[in-house]
């Protein structure tokens, strides 16, 4: 009863003030709540062989619980998070419960505003993106008011103002933005019918933090201006965008007011059994965040997006993974599909599916301006030259079905791995790592079958060679069960040869999924689009339970 | 269509949002004291904030006292040099302005400004590793200011953007008769126990003009012996002349009261000086311009030793 009060007094706010009662109930019935939720708990063990320690709560926890009511052009939704206290590896700051995402939104014809809490993006982020990824700990929702406006067909207009989430408060700086998308086929006829599609979009995003430093006079409002355009025509796809950031004085950059740019250009081809993607970007001085003292992923308000593949193999995906380097890198990406058909030479009896990925980062090429003490420029930068090597990666991917009973993935990589930038190692040697990996699925019957994951990472630098073999039964559509080892065998020194032992068991049933492991973790870096953050090593017993309706 | 013209207008309204800092660094200058008809601006290091402690201050140290020379009835003249320890002709022009100095003694005021790029030291090489830059990045912004398109390059009592050498005797001589338009009289104190300046100013008008005027401060140290690139020679015993070491009152200096015939106005900064600092060889430099950027003309200078 409380709940429908609620929703009443929504919908009366909103304009649906001349429902009588019947009509109330009439409207009730249109609506819908969906939601998700999901609970991980770990019980941990010291465990000594591997550094991994337990936290004096001994058990550790994270949960959270989407709601969403939706009912025509109106929709309110609500987030209680709980960490009692956060998994390890997760940020300190998520301590203890609370609603920490609540909004309302409505449209009334080309107009949508939304109150409370959202989630939004100009462009490719380079000037603003707010978003949530849970894995990470990462979430940047806004909190404040968001009001988009088609203007005409083809022009839609964004505007906000807010502050961002930091944990359960939020960051002392104000964040204000504009965008506008323009379709130039919509709105000029002459393009209507043209095979060319271009769209168009400016945005401008600027961030008050009040000025209390006594050393410097530092900038209050602190200004990203972007502009973008997206050209198609049939299989031939073209992204560009360019961002500049007023001076900027952080904690990220060492307090100099070198404005910041960036830029990220991005083209395509694709046709049947074949896709092709080249990427380039470059970030100078470009960490904006809404307070300047703020380091990690904390407060960031534009995001600079990795070119780099994500792999999700467990060698590959979190002993060397890249992250973005926010105070200046150039990268470049190529990445190509190609499907053998089937009854060709090498695409066999099933066809085969092959996929070579390169990418690379370099730091900026600078040169100091020694100026601390004058106009603390910093540094300058050629834009056309490169630094230090950060990453390299170049990898292939092949998938074969060899019957109907057995399938197979295999990975080959080649990093080259900048510990002391990527990792902030100082002193530790850049990481040179070739990686073999081969995923078999032997499918029983029907119902059974049997995974069977061999990777193998090898390098004469960091903690030396590694191995990995998973099984994993399936017992489909309901059950699986699965027993993992990761061998540090060529560890230079033999107390660290350790074995990572894992099992782990787990239920799926429509929309929910129960998982219980118990063993050991390695300590490594999780990372999500070049946002990365550290985990320790652990052991004991792990509980996950999702659930979505 | 009109709507689009709109959009243009939303993205100049954020930039509205966007403050470009040219000076990194805060002044150092406290809040203003009156006493005895004199607009006391005290260093916040010195924590004086109200006049029983100014009269503390000054009553509890010993101070040493040098006053500039007269110039009521002359215009003095500044040449504001933009110079680097490793531009290889810029010893050229600080022997052409020891030369103008020879001719015009104190009516002409010199100042050597470090900056750009041959002003960057090289903090861990065994040579050019001194910062001759003044702090704030006040060179710079002059630079730009001033339109610096080359070393050496300077501007007499800032008429018009700097020039060459060979320019500068012209402007001084095409001013150096002008009847003065104020008496900017000086008075400097010096405590070298706690490294401190107190520098008097009394500007009285002898003419109202229309524009508003500031009033600058500089400190310039003379005779510091280090490395120079001296037409391709790099000699680690160049005497550096009359280089800027603080601009005490910020880049542009303070706005004075509207100008009004013999109308009296009183300043007495207080600051301090590094105690690395040659003393004897420090002088305060104090000059009056026109404030309106189209401008910045000086109209009157004066300069004095710290001790």
Same mark, same amino acid.
């Given at each position: ?49 591997? =550094? ?24 309110? =939704? ?111 006829? %002459? ?45 031939? /796809? ?31 081809? %694709? ?85 070579? /990925? ?158 219980? %492991? ?32 | ?307």
């Amino acid at each position: 009863m409380k709940l429908k009060t609620l929703l009443a007094i929504c919908l009366a706010f909103f304009g649906f003030s001349k429902l009588s009662a019947q009509n109330f109930e009439e409207t009730m019935s249109n609506g819908q709540i969906r939601g998700n939720f999901q609970f991980d708990m770990q019980y941990y063990q010291e465990d000594s062989a591997i =550094g991994a320690q337990q936290p004096s709560e001994e058990i550790l926890s994270n949960g959270f619980l989407n709601l969403i009511y939706t009912n025509g052009n109106f929709s309110t =939704g609500i987030r209680y998070e709980s960490y009692q206290n956060a998994l390890l590896g997760f940020p300190n700051g998520y301590k203890g419960n609370g609603l920490t995402y609540r909004f309302a939104t409505f449209k009334k014809d080309k107009l949508t505003v939304t109150a409370g809490n959202f989630y939004e993006q100009f462009g490719n982020g380079l000037a603003f993106r707010s978003y949530e990824e849970r894995g990470l700990g990462y979430d940047n929702a806004m909190d404040g008011i968001r009001i988009k406006y088609e203007l005409m067909e083809g022009i839609n207009l964004t505007g906000l103002t807010g502050k961002q989430r930091i944990f359960f408060e939020y960051g002392e700086g104000i964040v204000r933005g504009f965008d506008a998308d323009i379709s130039l086929n919509s709105v000029f006829k %002459s393009l209507k019918e043209n095979k060319t599609k271009i769209r168009v979009g400016g945005s401008a995003v600027s961030k008050y933090q009040a000025d209390q430093d006594s050393r410097y006079v530092l900038p209050e409002n602190v200004a990203t201006f972007a502009g973008r355009v997206n050209i198609n025509r049939g299989k031939i /796809n073209f992204n560009g965008e360019y961002a500049y950031k007023s001076n900027d004085p952080s904690g990220d950059n060492g307090f100099i007011y070198k404005p910041g740019e960036a830029i990220f250009l991005q083209s395509s081809y %694709s046709q049947k059994g074949l896709g092709l993607v080249l990427s380039a970007k470059r970030n100078d001085n470009m960490s904006f965040r809404s307070n300047r003292t703020e380091s990690q992923q904390n407060l960031l308000i534009n995001y600079l997006p990795a070119l780099t593949k994500q792999h999700t193999y467990n060698l590959l995906a979190t002993l060397y993974p890249y992250a973005t380097q926010l105070n200046g890198e150039v990268a470049f990406q190529a990445d190509l599909i190609y499907k053998f058909k089937k009854g060709t030479m090498i695409g066999g009896e099933n066809g085969m599916d092959i996929q070579i /990925n390169y990418s690379t980062a370099n730091n900026i090429d600078t040169t100091q301006l020694n100026d601390e003490n004058t106009l603390r420029k910093g540094y300058k930068s050629d834009y056309f030259k490169i630094g230090e090597v950060f990453f390299k990666d170049f990898n292939f991917q092949i998938d074969k079905k060899f019957s109907n009973k057995i399938k197979g993935r295999f990975t080959y990589a080649n990093l080259v791995y900048n510990q002391e930038v990527i990792a902030g190692k100082p002193g530790n040697p850049t990481v040179y790592a070739n990686v073999g990996i081969a995923d078999v699925t032997y499918k029983f019957t029907m119902r059974n079958s049997l995974r069977t994951e061999a990777q193998v990472l090898l390098t004469e630098q960091d903690h030396g060679d590694w191995a990995t073999l998973l099984l994993e039964y399936s017992y489909s559509p309901h059950w699986f069960v699965a027993i993992l080892d990761q061998y540090n065998y060529g560890n230079a020194i033999s107390k660290q040869r350790v074995h990572y032992y894992n099992a782990s068991v787990g239920y799926n049933n429509k929309g929910n999924r129960i998982t219980m %492991s118990y063993g050991r973790q390695r300590a490594g870096i999780f990372c999500v689009g070049g946002v990365c953050r550290v985990v320790p090593a652990s052991n004991g017993l792990y509980l996950s339970i999702t659930s979505s309706f | 269509m009109k709507i689009i013209k709109l959009l243009p207008l939303l993205f100049v309204i954020s930039f509205a949002s966007c403050d470009k800092v040219d000076d990194p660094f805060p002044s150092e200058l406290g809040k203003s004291i009156f006493l005895n008809k004199t607009e006391y601006i005290v260093d916040k290091d010195f924590n004086v904030g109200n006049t029983n402690e100014l009269n503390t201050f000054i009553n509890n140290n010993t101070w040493t006292k040098v006053e500039a020379p007269d110039n009521s009835t002359r215009r003095f003249i500044t040449l504001e040099e933009f110079t680097g320890h490793k531009c290889t002709f810029c010893p050229d022009g600080t022997r052409e302005i020891i030369r103008l100095s020879g001719v015009y003694n104190e009516q002409l005021i010199p100042v050597g400004i470090h900056a750009g790029g041959f002003a960057e030291p090289k903090p861990t090489a065994n040579k050019f590793y001194t910062d001759f830059r003044a702090k704030g990045g006040h060179g710079e912004i002059y630079m730009t200011t001033f339109k610096v398109a080359g070393f050496p390059t300077g501007v007499v009592s800032r008429l018009g953007d700097a020039n060459g050498k060979n320019d500068w005797e012209q402007d001084i001589i095409s001013i150096k008769d002008d009847a003065p338009s104020a008496i900017l009289k000086m008075t400097n104190h010096y405590a070298a126990s706690i490294n401190a300046v107190r520098s008097n100013i009394e500007i009285t008008w002898l003419e109202s003009r229309p524009e508003d005027f500031n009033l600058q401060l500089y400190v310039t140290e003379d005779h510091i012996i280090d490395w120079q690139l001296d037409k391709g020679f790099e000699n680690p015993n160049y005497d550096h002349r009359h280089v800027l070491r603080k601009v005490v009152n910020d880049t542009y200096g303070k706005a004075l009261i509207k100008s009004e015939i013999n109308k009296t106005e009183k300043i007495e900064y207080i600051f301090t000086v590094e105690p690395g600092w040659k003393a004897q060889d420090m002088e305060v430099v104090a000059f009056i311009f026109n404030s309106d950027q189209t401008s910045y003309e000086v109209i009157q200078a004066n300069a004095a030793h710290v001790k």
